[in-house]
Structures are given as structure tokens and as C-alpha cells.
């Protein structure tokens, strides 16, 4: 057992893919009996949605924290596994609170990200991307008539995907602010909120885990800032509750806090919809400081800002009076 756990590493150096992620998971559930994996949900290309559990099942506190729902911003799932490690070594156990952690919400997205849209398997998937691509790229040719796209556009294009394998931008998919947010109009690498809420897999799955468990906060990983939003237009109580779980990630990580509202953002996310459509404080941590895919060279300082958050996130929510 002891060799086993040492022999959990992370390959900084390469692309940590689903697949990568899938192999520690299983390495993880076989090393830590206190850990439960499970799958919340599909997604449209046939990746598991994995959701790990880790503290009592029974506990009047769950934690929600959900990383990579946008496609190129997966080096929250590598520090998502980081984080998980280095959790589930800590020997004291937690009965008080109980964690769901879905390391890698959109791994389609993931894969088109780092692979290029090659790597999606259904043969439908793949041209209705081809029809994506086409169509972002459609007022660059406007303009330039007969002007051959180079090859490296795509290859920057298919790295910036934001969306899932059918072109819905995950975070713009939920049950808030969804009906008057415009965004784009059709299926593309971003911005594109799908045929009505909740339409896509990946955010039924974390609405699955919300219903299924007394959640009393819930954590997005997103990149880049880095920075720390909140404040998405709640009041009262609620509020409260939120400016104080954002003063704690803010003082936890070092990253300023930002008020959502004030800075303009994009409605129909998910922390929008935990706070406001359920009262739940939530907080998105955006980490990172570059363009994305943000460098795993940037991974150490992520790392250090992130590192001591879950075991402190515990004891705040058992600590915290409203
Ligand atoms: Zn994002």
C-alpha cells in the first residue's frame, strides 16, 4: 500500500489529458479507502464525468468544487489532483463535512483543447466542430476574400476551445440571467449558452450533485487572473454569506477579490446560478496569470496559492455563523 501511494506522480512536463486523470483517479480510489469515485454524468462523446467524494456522506456540510467546465482551462483539473493527493494524505478524518469534487467537468472540451477536435471519437461530433470552426472563422474571410487561413490559426483555434463537443459554452448553460444573455448566436468555441438551460450533460451532472446533497458552498476553477469573483448580484443573507466565503479565498490564496456585478461579467455561469437561483455562496477562482492554456511553468505558483485551501475550506464551513 505505502509503495503504491509513492508511486502517485504528476508529469508536469506533458499534457495531463482525461485520460492521465482517469488512471490517478483509479490509482487514488485504490490507495485511499476514505475516497469514493463516482460518475455524475456523460458527456456527448462518451468521457465519464467523475465526481470524487471524500469526508462523511452523513455530514450536515457538503462542498461543491468543480473544475475545467471550459475546455482550455485545464490546468485547474491537474491542480484539482493535486489538491485531492495532498488531501487525502492528511490523517485526520473529516466528519463534518463532506467534499464532491468533479476534477474534470468538461473533458470532451479537455481533449479538443489539447488533442485538437481529431481526438472526439463520433464522426457527427467531429464535423458539426468542422461547422464551428467554419463559422468563427467566417468574418476573417468576409473581409478577405480568397485569403487561405494558415494551418497555425486552427491550431490556435482548436487550443483556445472554450465549449464542449457541440459547441455550448458550459458556463453560459445554467438557469440564471440564461434567457436575456445573447452571446453567440450559434454553436461555437465560446459564448454560445445552447437550445434552452441546463441543456448540456456536463451541467446536469453538477446539478445532480447540488440535488442530491446538502451543499453549502460550491468552488469554480477557472483561468486566468488571477483574482477571485463574487458579488453576482445577491442580497441579504446570501450576500453575506458569499462576501464571507470570497474574504477567506481571497485571504487563503493571496488573490484579490472582484465584484462580478461591478466588472460586467457574463451571466448564466454556475457560481451565478448557486447563488442566486439557490442561495448557496459560491466563489470562482481564477488562477493563472497568462493567455490559455495557461503554462504548466505557471503551475508552481497556482499551486502555492492553492495548495492549504481545501483542508482550511473544512474547517471555515463548520466555523462559519450567518
Ligand atoms: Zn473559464
Redesign the pocket.
Known amino acids: 500500500m505505502r509503495n503504491k501511494r509513492e508511486d502517485i506522480t504528476f508529469d508536469a512536463s506533458s499534457l495531463y489529458t482525461y485520460e492521465k486523470m482517469r488512471r490517478d483517479l483509479y490509482m487514488f480510489e485504490a490507495c485511499f479507502p476514505h475516497m469514493a469515485l463516482n460518475t455524475a454524468g456523460i458527456s456527448l462523446d462518451g468521457r465519464d464525468i467523475y465526481e470524487v467524494i471524500v469526508g462523511n456522506r452523513d455530514a450536515k456540510r457538503h462542498i461543491l468544487i468543480q473544475a475545467s467546465?471550459?475546455g482550455r482551462?485545464y490546468i485547474n483539473t491537474l491542480l484539482a489532483m493535486r489538491q485531492l493527493k495532498s488531501f487525502l494524505e492528511q490523517e485526520e478524518p473529516m466528519n463534518e463535512v463532506c467534499f464532491h469534487i468533479l476534477p474534470m467537468t468538461n473533458p470532451d472540451g479537455v481533449t479538443i483543447s489539447q488533442r485538437g477536435p481529431g481526438a472526439i471519437r463520433k464522426p457527427k461530433l467531429r464535423s458539426r466542430l468542422q461547422r464551428c470552426c467554419k463559422k468563427d472563422f467566417k468574418s476573417i474571410k468576409a473581409g478577405n476574400e480568397g485569403t487561405v487561413i494558415p494551418e497555425s490559426k486552427y491550431d490556435e483555434y482548436w487550443k483556445r476551445w472554450?465549449a464542449n463537443a457541440r459547441g455550448v459554452d458550459l458556463?453560459r448553460n445554467f438557469d440564471s440571467g440564461w434567457q436575456a444573455f445573447q452571446g453567440t448566436a450559434y454553436a461555437s468555441c465560446e459564448q454560445y449558452k445552447g437550445a434552452f438551460p441546463a441543456s448540456e450533460p456536463e451541467v446536469q451532472a453538477i446539478l445532480k450533485v447540488e440535488a442530491e446533497n446538502p451543499v453549502v458552498c460550491t468552488i469554480s476553477y477557472?483561468?486566468s487572473g488571477p483574482v477571485i469573483y463574487w458579488d453576482y448580484g445577491s442580497t441579504g443573507d446570501v450576500r453575506l454569506a458569499d462576501q464571507s466565503l470570497a474574504d477567506f479565498v481571497s485571504k487563503v490564496t493571496g488573490y484579490e477579490k472582484e465584484s462580478t456585478i461591478l466588472s460586467e461579467l457574463d451571466a448564466a455561469g454556475c457560481s451565478d446560478y448557486f447563488v442566486l437561483e439557490k442561495r448557496i455562496p459560491s466563489v470562482t477562482i481564477e488562477n493563472g496569470e497568462g493567455e490559455c492554456p495557461i503554462s504548466y511553468e505557471e503551475f508552481d505558483a497556482i499551486w502555492s496559492a492553492n495548495q492549504k485551501l481545501w483542508p482550511l475550506l473544512a474547517r471555515y464551513v463548520c466555523e462559519y455563523k450567518g
Open positions: 467546465i471550459h482551462e472554450k458556463n477557472h483561468s
